[in-house]
């Protein structure tokens, strides 16, 4: 169980933070937030914190490095978790070569985190969704036990988030 400590601020307007030290979560949040907000914000806060510390034991440049080599995929230049990607489970740039993976993927098993990084290097050769594009990543073979298992989550997650149709 985390320890949280919510710290209230008259100078606070807007935002909310949390910072972990010492083994405690402190939220720091607006002096006028109601007690509903608070709740509902403490509890994002450190699911937003629990998803950060899985993310750090991922290694997302490697993984993707050996499934591009597996199925014969050109190597992103650059991979990396992001937090602020709500409607999409990831998302790629071809023309830069820079794949962005949602921290909500982090929690999933490994085998579908696979399947979003496949997905997201077969970009790199397809940058649409067309015939070509889904037989690259159909080479994965758990494609489609990974599409139901994100479509099942897309269900289950506040605004019926869809993806990873990036």
């Not at 710290?7 to 607006?30: H, M, Y």
């Not at 403490?42 to 080599?69: I, K, N, P, Q, Y």
């Not at 489970?89 to 990084?117: E, N, Q």
């Not at 940058?127 to 594009?133: E, I, K, T, V």
Request: with cysteine; aromatic share 6%.
């Amino acid at each position: 169980m985390v320890q949280v400590e919510v710290i209230r601020s008259r100078r606070r307007r807007k935002t909310v933070q949390a910072v972990e030290s010492d083994g405690v979560v402190r939220v720091l949040i607006p002096a006028a937030m109601s007690r509903a907000d608070e709740e509902r914000w403490v509890a994002v806060m450190v699911s937003r914190l629990e998803r950060r510390r899985t993310t750090e034991a991922t290694d997302l440049g490697a993984r993707a490095a050996v499934l591009a080599g597996r199925y014969g995929l050109p190597r992103p230049v650059a991979v990396r978790w992001i937090d602020n990607q709500q409607s999409r489970w990831a998302s790629c740039t071809p023309d830069d070569g820079v794949i962005r993976v949602s921290s909500r993927v982090a929690g999933f098993p490994a085998w579908v985190v696979d399947y979003v990084l496949v997905h997201e290097l077969a970009h790199l050769v397809e940058p649409r969704h067309d015939r070509a594009f889904w037989a690259l990543v159909n080479r994965y073979r758990r494609a489609e036990r990974a599409r139901g298992f994100l479509l099942a989550k897309s269900m289950v997650e506040p605004g019926g988030r869809r993806g990873p149709e990036s």
